[in-house]
C-alpha cells in the first residue's frame, strides 16, 4: 500500500509517496532480531569521543538497515548517530527527504546486560516527521505512526487518555543528568510527583508516553535521533509535549531539545509549568 502526503509548494500541490511502513517495520525487526539481540551480554564495548558508548551491535544494525533503505529509497538521505557531526549537520541542511536512525538506543543498558533498549527510525519530509518506528527486540513491541493517519503498537491503536492522577500522585520519568543544576535541585527538594523513574532509553520513554504508561516525562536535552520518532508518536497519539520553554519539540537541528512530555492535557499545563519555574529558580 502507498501512503501520499500532501505538500503544498507556492499555488500548487506536490504529492509525495511515502515508503510503505510494513516493509520499514519489517526492516526493523529483522535487523534487531539478527544483529542487536543475538549480541546481547555477548560483546564489549568501547568508548566512544563524546563519551557515549558504541557496541558491535549498533555498528552492524547501522550498517544493515542503512544498506536496506538504501537499496530500496535511494533518493532518500540517510543520517544515523553513528556519524561524524559535520557530515550530520550537512545532510540537515541539504536534505529534502531524510531518514535519521538510532540503530541502538540504551546502548549503556545493552552492554550492562539491562534488557531496556530500542531500534528508531524516522522519516523526515521537507523538515516534518511524516514515519516513525520505535521497536522494542525484547518484548517484540513495534510503535510505529505515519503523520495524520495515528499511532499503533502491534498495529493496535495507541491513544493518549486523561489518567486522573493529580501531579502529587503521578510517576515521572526523568533523565536528571541532563538536567540545569536549578531545576535539577528543586526536583530533589521539593518533588512534585509521588515517584520517579529513568529507564535510560530515551526512544523508549517517548513510546512509553504515548502509551500512557507513566503519567510525566521530562529530559533535558535530547538528540534529533531520539526524539525524532518518538515526537511523532506522542503527537499521533494525541499526548502532549514542547520544550521546558514552551516551543515545540522536533526541530532540524543537532542542538538537543529539552523535553516535557505527559499524556495528560490537564497534567501536561501543569508539568510544564512547575517545570518552567524551577528552571528558572522560581518558588
Not at 538510532?102 to 523526515?124: Q, V, Y
Amino acid at each position: 500500500m502507498l501512503l501520499l502526503v500532501a505538500t503544498k509548494l507556492h499555488k500548487s500541490i506536490a504529492i509525495t509517496v511515502l515508503p510503505d511502513l510494513d516493509v520499514l517495520k519489517n526492516i526493523i525487526r529483522d535487523t534487531a532480531n539478527d544483529e542487536i539481540l543475538p549480541r546481547f551480554n555477548c560483546i564489549d564495548y568501547n568508548i566512544k569521543d563524546d563519551g557515549s558508548i558504541v557496541t558491535e551491535a549498533d555498528l552492524a544494525a547501522n550498517t544493515r538497515i542503512r544498506q536496506a533503505l538504501l537499496s530500496l529509497y535511494p533518493d532518500i538521505a540517510f543520517l544515523s548517530e553513528e556519524m561524524e557531526l559535520a557530515e550530520q549537520e550537512e545532510l540537515l541542511q541539504s536534505s529534502k527527504k531524510l531518514w535519521i536512525l538510532d540503530p541502538l538506543d540504551g546502548t549503556s543498558n545493552f552492554s550492562a546486560g539491562l534488557p531496556l533498549f530500542a531500534t528508531s527510525l524516522a522519516l523526515i519530509v521537507d523538515g516534518e516527521v511524516q514515519i516513525g518506528i520505535t521497536y522494542d527486540v525484547n518484548k517484540d513491541e513495534m510503535f510505529s505512526a505515519v503523520k495524520g493517519k495515528g499511532a499503533y503498537l502491534n498495529d493496535q491503536p495507541l491513544k493518549c487518555k486523561t489518567s486522573g492522577f493529580s501531579l502529587d500522585k503521578s510517576i515521572a520519568i526523568i533523565d536528571f543528568k541532563r538536567l540545569e543544576a536549578n531545576l535539577r535541585q528543586q526536583l530533589i527538594n521539593s518533588r512534585p510527583y509521588r515517584s520517579q523513574r529513568n529507564i535510560g532509553a530515551s526512544v523508549l520513554e517517548l513510546a512509553w508516553m504515548a502509551a500512557n504508561r507513566g503519567q510525566l516525562y521530562l529530559h533535558g536535552g535530547m538528540k534529533i535521533w531520539d526524539l525524532a520518532a518518538g515526537s511523532l508518536l506522542v503527537s499521533e497519539a494525541g499526548g502532549y509535549a514542547a520544550t521546558i520553554e514552551g516551543d515545540v519539540v522536533f526541530k532540524l537541528t543537532m542542538t538537543p531539545q529539552s523535553v516535557v512530555i505527559s499524556p495528560d492535557k490537564h497534567l501536561f499545563d501543569e508539568w510544564q509549568s512547575y517545570v518552567l519555574k524551577a528552571s528558572n529558580n522560581e518558588s
